[in-house]
């Protein structure tokens, strides 16, 4: 399993605290106060709680505002090209419904872009926004700039995968390397067939979990000018 946590198989994947710590790190550095969350629902629980928990560990004035923390149905980011007829919905706070939504993951950013601009209105302060994907983060940053709000003056930006995309349009991003997980993922394997060992449930002493640090890109979508 590579990029998840298993209980069953060998895994690999990053180390989401380390991650997480350098996020809440470089947040406090840019002076931002408010943070918010953009998660799969059953997928990313695990980040958002070393997210919190790197918070509250942290002597630092930054918090997560529960107003802002989504959960976006899982694979969601890969239907961003993709007409679909089904409706879906998008969750904060508690989990409970705020919208019912159709046509992908466009509808779910455009629920979330309400919610920013209402913020924004109320006079609340700005919000950094930790997403889970690049996809995501790019497709808000547009529909953010449409309605009238600034990256990062208003809304900050910062994401997972540091793919080309990232890159390219300046956006902040953990790094997963792929290269090095696909490496590992294989010698893995390939030890385990040498050594003709059966890992599975039933033989939890051969199960190993590797997490590999990340790091921090950061770039201007989550640079916000100090006080």
């Given at each position: 399993?590579?990029?998840?946590?298993?209980?069953f198989?060998?895994?690999?994947?990053?180390?989401?605290?380390?991650?997480?710590?350098?996020?809440?790190?470089?947040?406090?550095?840019?002076?931002?106060?408010?943070?918010?969350?953009?998660?799969?629902k059953?997928?990313?629980?695990?980040?958002?709680?070393?997210?919190?928990?790197?918070?509250?560990?942290?002597?630092?004035?930054?918090?997560?505002?529960?107003?802002?923390i989504?959960?976006?149905?899982?694979?969601?980011?890969?239907?961003?090209?993709?007409?679909?007829?089904?409706?879906?919905?998008?969750?904060?706070?508690?989990?409970?419904?705020?919208?019912t939504?159709?046509?992908?993951?466009?509808?779910?950013?455009?629920?979330?872009?309400?919610i920013?601009?209402?913020?924004?209105?109320?006079?609340?302060?700005?919000?950094?926004?930790?997403?889970?994907?690049?996809?995501?983060?790019?497709?808000?940053?547009?529909?953010?700039?449409?309605?009238?709000?600034?990256?990062?003056?208003?809304?900050?930006?910062?994401?997972?995968?540091n793919?080309?995309?990232?890159?390219?349009?300046?956006?902040?991003?953990?790094?997963?390397?792929?290269?090095?997980?696909?490496?590992?993922?294989?010698?893995?394997?390939?030890?385990?067939?040498?050594?003709?060992?059966?890992?599975?449930?039933?033989?939890?002493?051969?199960?190993?979990?590797?997490?590999?640090?990340?790091?921090?890109?950061?770039?201007?979508?989550s640079?916000?000018?100090?006080?």
């Open positions: 399993m590579v990029t998840q946590r298993s209980k198989f060998n895994s690999i994947l990053v180390d989401y605290r380390n991650g997480m710590v350098q996020v809440a790190s470089h947040l406090k550095a840019q002076g931002w106060s408010k943070v918010g969350f953009i998660g799969q059953g997928v990313d629980v695990e980040k958002y709680s070393v997210l919190k928990e790197s918070f509250d560990e942290l002597p630092i004035r930054c918090s997560l505002d529960s107003e802002c989504f959960w976006l149905p899982k694979g969601i980011a890969e239907s961003i090209s993709i007409a679909q007829s089904s409706s879906s919905s998008v969750e904060h706070k508690d989990g409970s419904d705020s919208n939504l159709s046509h992908g993951l466009n509808e779910h950013i455009l629920a979330i872009v309400k920013l601009l209402e913020r924004k209105q109320q006079g609340k302060a700005p919000i950094a926004l930790w997403i889970y994907n690049d996809v995501c983060a790019l497709a808000l940053e547009k529909e953010c700039l449409k309605a009238g709000l600034r990256i990062p003056e208003d809304v900050g930006l910062i994401s997972f995968d793919t080309y995309l990232a890159q390219i349009l300046n956006l902040s991003s953990i790094s997963q390397p792929i290269t090095k997980i696909a490496k590992q993922a294989y010698q893995l394997v390939a030890q385990a067939h040498r050594e003709h060992k059966k890992v599975s449930a039933e033989h939890n002493e051969s199960i190993e979990c590797l997490e590999i640090k990340p790091e921090l890109f950061a770039r201007q979508s640079k916000l000018a100090k006080i």
